[in-house]
C-alpha cells in the first residue's frame, strides 16, 4: 500500500461508495495496541505493537483531515468513534478540526 502512496496518479482523497476518503478507513480500522498503563486491550492487535502508521503515512502524503464522509464524520471523529486512540492523537497532532 505504501508503494502505492508514491505513485503520481494515486488520489490520496479518493472516495468509496459511503463516501470515506482513505483517511477515515485507516482511522477506524486501525490495528493498535491499549495506550501506555492499561492492562486491557480494547481493540485487536497485540500489545507489543501498534499500527496506526497507516494514517500517519496518508498524513504525511497530503491526505484531507476535513474530508466529510456520507454521514457527516471527519477523519477525526471516525478514530474517536472507534476508541482508536493513537489514530486520534495522531490526527489532533497534524491539526485536524475540533468542531
Do not use: W
Amino acid at each position: 500500500a505504501t508503494d502505492l502512496l508514491d505513485l503520481d496518479e494515486v488520489d490520496i482523497n479518493a472516495r468509496s461508495m459511503h463516501g470515506r476518503a482513505p483517511l477515515h478507513i485507516a482511522a477506524m480500522a486501525a490495528d493498535e495496541a491499549s495506550p501506555p498503563g492499561m492492562t486491557t486491550n480494547y481493540v485487536k492487535g497485540s500489545a507489543e505493537e501498534e499500527d496506526s502508521g497507516m494514517v500517519r503515512l496518508l498524513i504525511e502524503k497530503g491526505a484531507d483531515l476535513e474530508v466529510v464522509d456520507d454521514d457527516g464524520y471527519t477523519p477525526l471523529l471516525r478514530a474517536a468513534q472507534c476508541g482508536r486512540l493513537f489514530c486520534t492523537a495522531d490526527l489532533l497532532s497534524a491539526g485536524a478540526s475540533t468542531d
